[in-house]
């Protein structure tokens, strides 16, 4: 904190960055606008115009006109939900873990998980091709979902009867130096796992992405009942009524559901470098 | 009383939003990055491909222009010098553009922002035509162009290519 203080407050070079920011916005509003009205015009080609429309509404336009709206009104401290790349809320924060990255690394792998690879260019022709031929893709990369304003630090998931379109999957933060829950428990990282059930549309910027099963308690329990079981030594305290039970919508618009408490699982006693 | 903390406000500051961006030299190259260099490049080649058939045609079209001047006839080598200036001034411009892509993607700010401010510049007198104007734009006229520059500015505007041309910045 001592240093943002002694750093500038602002900038003039990130006022122009905003202004920009904010024009392309708005142009690509209007372009949208006017690739639609011509898909009218052109006959059978309406069609691919159609999707171009689509492209630009889906993956441009609404990403960027949610990542300047959300700037404005979610709060950018932790509230106990994961944020989107377009700064929309995703995944609710349901696990904690106490350790070190190999220690974790270690309990999952003996928990039956297996480790997602970065988003790639290689690894997401992969998610698309083994979409496709329904071929079956154990580390098919997760998308990215910030907390304390950074990307998720690693990734596991399990697949289900190898089909990509479900899987269970959780993502890990490692927290700030000195950072403690609301609350005042230390914690060393925190995690969201959440259950994919199906491909479909977003609801908020109407792209493909993976629609998950409401109920998150279910896979918080899976996973912290395959920590357990898969090394005797994980011990879980269980924070009850960290998030009060609350009702949501995660970034992609599916709702959630959950009692509130938070494991706090503690791989401490694990070997430091995998066997 | 006087260690208490102060309250903190209900909404957040408007300098939050400017806050610089992190000092990161190490940063890896974002695909909005390379995405706004390889649209300016795109840019590049079309107008490379049309200085090129202007040129194949070049018989053609001075067959077909017929300038003149109240007091002076234009001769059609002064007419063909003329337009060998313009294509010459137009592939100076072409290579400029070039340049300024391959620096964006090295992650020079400067060449972002003048990318950046041309392509606003150039969308602005679009609409400005469009709206005041009521002069069409479709497939056939120029939305290609238009939806180039609007993509252009959309990916370099991004906040990880301001990030990645900014990762040297110390503030």
Same mark, same amino acid.
Do not use: C, H, K, N
């Given at each position: 904190m001592a240093t943002e203080q002694r750093? +500038? +407050?602002?900038s003039i070079g990130i006022a122009v960055d905003w202004f920009f920011f904010v024009f392309a916005g708005l142009a690509s509003v209007w372009l949208a606008y006017l690739s639609l009205t011509d898909t009218f015009n052109v006959g059978w080609w309406g069609f691919v115009f159609a999707l171009a429309f689509w492209v630009l509404l889906a993956y441009l336009v609404l990403p960027r006109l949610h990542r300047i709206l959300t700037t404005i009104y979610?709060?950018?401290?932790?509230?106990?939900r994961a944020r989107t790349s377009d700064g929309l809320l995703g995944d609710p924060v349901n696990l904690a873990f106490l350790g070190e990255a190999e220690q974790i690394h270690a309990a999952m792998a003996a928990a039956g998980w297996t480790r997602a690879d970065p988003v790639t260019l290689g690894s997401s022709w992969r998610i698309v091709s083994s979409t496709l031929t329904r +071929?079956?893709?154990?580390?098919a990369p997760v998308s990215p979902l910030f907390l304390f304003s950074r990307q998720q630090d690693f990734a596991y998931q399990q697949e289900v009867d190898g089909n990509p379109a479900q899987r269970h999957h959780v993502r890990f933060w490692i927290c700030p130096d000195g950072w403690l829950l609301p609350g005042g428990y230390r914690v060393d990282w925190l995690a969201a796992g959440t259950f994919d059930t199906a491909v479909g549309l977003s609801?908020?910027?109407?792209?493909v992405t993976h629609r998950i099963d409401a109920d998150t308690d279910i896979e918080r329990d899976h996973i912290v009942k395959t920590l357990t079981s898969g090394d005797a030594r994980v011990a879980v305290t269980i924070l009850q009524d960290?998030?009060?039970?609350y009702h949501a919508r995660n970034g992609g618009g599916d709702s959630i559901r959950t009692d509130g408490d938070l494991p706090i699982v503690d791989v401490r006693p694990l070997p430091a470098v995998a066997p | 009383m006087t260690d208490a903390p102060d309250k903190r406000p209900a909404f957040e500051p408007a300098t939050r939003l400017l806050k610089p961006t992190a000092y990161?030299?190490?940063?890896r190259r974002p695909t909005s990055t390379v995405a706004g260099a390889v649209l300016v490049l795109l840019r590049v080649v079309v107008g490379v491909i049309w200085i090129g058939s202007v040129v194949l045609e070049l018989p053609t079209v001075l067959s077909q222009i017929d300038v003149s001047f109240d007091d002076v006839a234009a001769t059609p080598q002064l007419v063909e010098a003329t337009l060998v200036v313009i294509l010459i001034v137009i592939g100076a411009f072409l290579l400029f553009d070039a340049i300024l892509a391959i620096l964006i993607l090295r992650g020079h700010n400067w060449a972002r922002v003048v990318i950046m401010s041309f392509s606003a510049l150039s969308i602005s007198a679009s609409f400005i035509q469009w709206w005041a104007e009521g002069q069409e734009i479709t497939i056939t006229t120029t939305l290609l162009q238009l939806g180039l520059d609007i993509l252009i500015l959309l990916a370099l505007s991004s906040r990880s290519a301001a990030a990645y041309a900014r990762r040297n910045e110390r503030h």
């Open positions: 750093a +500038r +407050r602002y979610v709060p950018d401290y932790f509230i106990g +071929r079956s893709y154990g580390e609801l908020f910027t109407l792209q960290f998030s009060t039970g | 990161d030299p190490a940063m």
